[in-house]
T-cell receptor
Framework: GIQVEQSPPDLILQEGANSTLRCNFS?????LQWFHQNPWGQLINLFY???GTKQNGRLSATTVATERYSLLYISSSQTTDSGVYFC????????????FGRGTQLTVWP | GAVVSQHPSRVICKSGTSVKIECRSL??????MFWYRQFPKKSLMLMAT?????????EQGVEKDKFLINHASLTLSTLTVTSAHPEDSSFYIC???????????????FGPGTRLTVL
């Protein structure tokens, strides 16, 4: 299967700081999604971004498909941003199966 | 975004009993649903892929007789943990694939999860 690596594994920030999370993948993909898992376990879709750049409020994401990586930017972080951020990719041949990275555990202190 | 519900959210049962977990896509028809298991501070582990009207495809190492999956309609899939034991205690999450009709992109949406504790 395809390998998905996320970095850093853990990130601790002061409220108001900016951060960049990275996702590398080992093969070409036709779908890439970023998720936030909140402390209650709910996975929330942040971005569907197989290529290009998207922004949603304080969050933005960029995927460079040719170089097999994606970045998630969080600006002016808030305590509610805490949780685990997962990157997941899909290949066209896998009928919708997502391959997950191990996640980045983000803790934002007030 | 699309909504996927999961019921129950939490269940505690005695060893040897069976537990059924339901996963529903509320505002779209899901051609495929997936069942995951997540251990504390770990990533999601895919257990099986479920297509409406056909048998589920299980990942290597997942016992199909232990984890029964039924996908009776385009909006409902169920996971039954049979003869549960304490080692089956975990967080189970389903997802539903919206294939991208009606202007949507091919995206997966996740249920809120079910925390199973087997005593």
């Amino acid at each position: 299967g395809i390998q998905v690596e996320q970095s850093p594994p853990d990130l601790i920030l002061q409220e108001g700081a900016n951060s960049t999370l990275r996702c590398n993948f080992s093969d070409s993909v036709n779908n890439l999604q970023w998720f936030h898992q909140n402390p209650w376990g709910q996975l929330i879709n942040l971005f569907y971004i197989p290529s290009g750049t998207k922004q949603n409020g304080r969050l933005s994401a960029t995927t460079v498909a040719t170089e097999r990586y994606s970045l998630l930017y969080i600006s002016s972080s808030q305590t509610t941003d805490s949780g685990v951020y997962f990157c997941a990719v899909m290949r066209g041949s896998t009928l919708g199966r997502l391959y997950f990275g191990r996640g980045t555990q983000l803790t934002v202190w007030p | 975004g699309a909504v996927v519900s999961q019921h129950p959210s939490r269940v505690i049962c005695k060893s040897g009993t069976s537990v059924k977990i339901e996963c529903r896509s509320l505002d779209f028809q899901a051609t495929t649903m997936f069942w995951y298991r997540q251990f504390p501070k770990k990533s999601l582990m895919l257990m099986a892929t479920s297509n409406e009207g056909s048998k589920a495809t299980y990942e290597q190492g997942v016992e199909k007789d232990k984890f029964l999956i039924n996908h009776a309609s385009l909006t409902l899939s169920t996971l039954t943990v049979t003869s549960a034991h304490p080692e089956d205690s975990s967080f189970y999450i389903c997802s539903a694939r919206d294939p991208g009709t009606s202007g949507r992109t091919d995206t997966q949406y996740f249920g809120p999860g079910t925390r199973l504790t087997v005593l």
